[in-house]
């Protein structure tokens, strides 16, 4: 296993490898104490409250197996596979796709698919997008996966609402097209799944969205494309276990959540995730939701008010260093750049040879397209550092199951990690539920006629700021 062990490459956060900017070891004693509570407050509450998601890779034997049996019916049954879900019920069953897929996986065969339906995740309701997706498939080939752990998310059951309501226009049985992924005790979509009788999978308790990708949410449409969700798993525990098993500076998670941590404390409040894969693209969308959404509060653990957080940045190597690498290696000292390489690619391009009279050229024939895309992340990464900018590479042996439940993992601790040391819930969302609750209000819900007044007050637009 220690062969396929993701790692983490720090040096360049480091001043005697950057400069002036970087950090000294009086910057890690500075926040020893911070590490110190991270850890013993993870170590006391992992596996309990919000934490539960600290043991989906060891408690789930019973409903894997259901996942892939279920799994293996709508393969054999369906033509394409629907995710209905925003957030975390929508970002990790994207990024899997994009990561373990054939990243043209729609348009080609399904013998290429290897069996696998076509796939979409609608994580929106513009209605011209659910147009879109009416007038691409066919009902009667496709089943719905409704994603939402509150079971009372406005997108996510207006969703379900279109849908069932064109299956039983179009004279299907929506018990035989739709599956729930929905929490068992709390929540609408609960009840709606019991009262019309469709498959449900459970999230767990102490799952919440963002940390939900290991749980039904993410491993249904996972196993529903032929990804082994078993070694998915199993890297997840992986990097869990040489982690928290690990003493502090072996704790790869509480290393890469510290440096953060420091960064955050000198000012350095933007966090650029730049995957150098196409595969890894929203991995980066699903580690800004993560990051974002956890750290980013507005009151501290005991109460106390705050504004604390980082902005979490995507961008995808090479193609952004044609667009934002100019900002980073220039631009103000306001940034982490956490590069993610990948050792092995899983095809390799030769570049033909067939340009020698323009040797400007020619100097690309015969190389690969992977040594290309090598060279210009160290590149870009010397001149970065060159630049004196903090940045970091995570290497993948190869992407796989395994170092892709890793890599998950390891964001997941990291972010806990952090969040303690920040002295904040990482877990709760309450401006999230803020604008839900207002879009409750604004729609009309009952038991929201307190916040639809307050909304009405609180929306007074002047007319001189109008152009
Ligand atoms: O991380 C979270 O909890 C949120 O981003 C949720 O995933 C998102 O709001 C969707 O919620 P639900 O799954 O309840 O529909």
Same mark, same amino acid.
């Given at each position: 296993m220690e062969k396929n062990k993701i790692k983490l490459d720090y040096n360049n956060m480091m001043a005697d490898v950057i400069g002036e900017k970087g950090f000294t070891d009086e910057d890690f004693k500075a926040v020893a104490d911070r590490v110190d509570f991270a850890v013993s407050y993870f170590n006391q509450k992992q596996g309990t409250g919000f934490m539960g998601w600290t043991k989906l890779h060891y408690e789930q034997d019973a409903v894997v197996e259901d996942i892939i049996k279920t799994a293996e019916q709508v393969r054999a049954k369906f033509k394409n596979f629907v995710v209905l879900g925003i957030g975390g019920s929508a970002l990790g069953p994207i990024s899997v796709f994009q990561a373990l897929c054939h990243l043209h996986h729609n348009e080609v065969t399904q013998t290429r698919r290897k069996g696998a339906p076509k796939f979409y995740v609608e994580d929106n309701v513009d209605p011209e997008r659910m147009n879109a997706l009416l007038t691409t498939i066919k009902l009667k080939e496709t089943c719905f996966n409704v994603i939402t /752990?509150?079971?009372?998310t406005s997108e996510t059951m207006t969703q379900y609402l279109v849908i069932k309501d064109a299956l039983e226009k179009a004279g299907l049985n929506p018990q035989d097209h739709i599956i729930t992924t929905t929490s068992a005790n709390s929540g609408n979509l609960i009840k709606i799944a019991k009262a019309d009788g469709y498959k449900t999978f459970y999230i767990p308790d102490g799952v919440g969205g963002r940390f939900s990708e290991l749980c039904p949410v993410g491993l249904l449409p996972a196993a529903v494309l032929g990804i082994d969700i078993k070694a998915m798993l199993d890297g997840a525990k992986y990097m869990y276990e040489a982690c928290v098993n690990a003493d502090n500076a072996n704790n790869m998670a509480l290393t890469a959540a510290t440096l953060q941590y420091i960064a955050i404390n000198k000012g350095h409040n933007i966090s650029v995730m730049l995957p150098y894969a196409d595969g890894l693209k929203y991995i980066a969308d699903w580690y800004c939701q993560l990051w974002g959404e956890s750290l980013g /509060?507005?009151?501290?653990?005991?109460?106390t008010p705050c504004n604390v957080g980082q902005t979490p940045v995507k961008a995808l190597g090479v193609t952004d260093q044609h667009s934002q690498i100019q900002l980073y290696t220039e631009g103000p000292f306001d940034k982490v750049i956490t590069f993610i390489a990948v050792d092995k690619y899983r095809k390799k391009v030769t570049i033909p040879q067939g340009c020698e009279e323009f040797p400007n050229v020619n100097f690309l024939c015969g190389h690969t397209m992977n040594e290309l895309i090598t060279a210009e992340r160290k590149a870009t990464e010397y001149a970065v550092t060159k630049a004196g900018k903090l940045n970091h590479t995570i290497y993948l042996p190869v992407l796989n199951e395994f170092t892709l439940g890793q890599l998950m993992m390891m964001f997941e601790l990291k972010t806990a990690y952090c969040g303690f040391m920040l002295n904040i819930d990482p877990f709760n969302q309450p401006g999230v539920e803020e604008g839900k609750n207002a879009t409750y209000a604004l729609l009309g819900r009952p038991g929201y006629e307190e916040k639809a007044k307050e909304l009405k007050a609180g929306t007074k637009k002047f007319k001189k700021y109008m152009m």
């Open positions: /752990k509150s079971g009372s /509060k507005n009151q501290y653990m005991d109460g």
